[in-house]
């Protein structure tokens, strides 16, 4: 593996890390948006999940592909 592709795979490992602050008000918000009913039917979330495979699969970036999660979790 090329020294640019194991950058990028790093940068793509370390973007998932946060602080526990950061996880823990997500977490919050999350089960905030459940008890007020603000939830995304489980068929919208696995079509869209489909969608952002499919697109990783083909070869798209994963900014592309993730870009259809975020656009879940902002819904």
Do not use: C, W
Request: aromatic share 6%; hydrophobic share 35%.
């Amino acid at each position: 593996m090329s020294y640019d592709k194991q950058k990028s795979k790093l940068k793509s490992i370390f973007a998932l890390e946060e602080s526990e602050e950061v996880f823990k008000a997500k977490m919050q918000k999350g089960l905030d948006d459940v008890h007020n009913g603000r939830v995304t039917p489980l068929d919208d979330v696995y079509a869209e999940l489909s969608k952002a495979i499919s697109e990783l699969k083909n070869g798209a970036q994963v900014a592309d592909a993730e870009k259809y999660i975020k656009g879940l979790m902002n819904s």
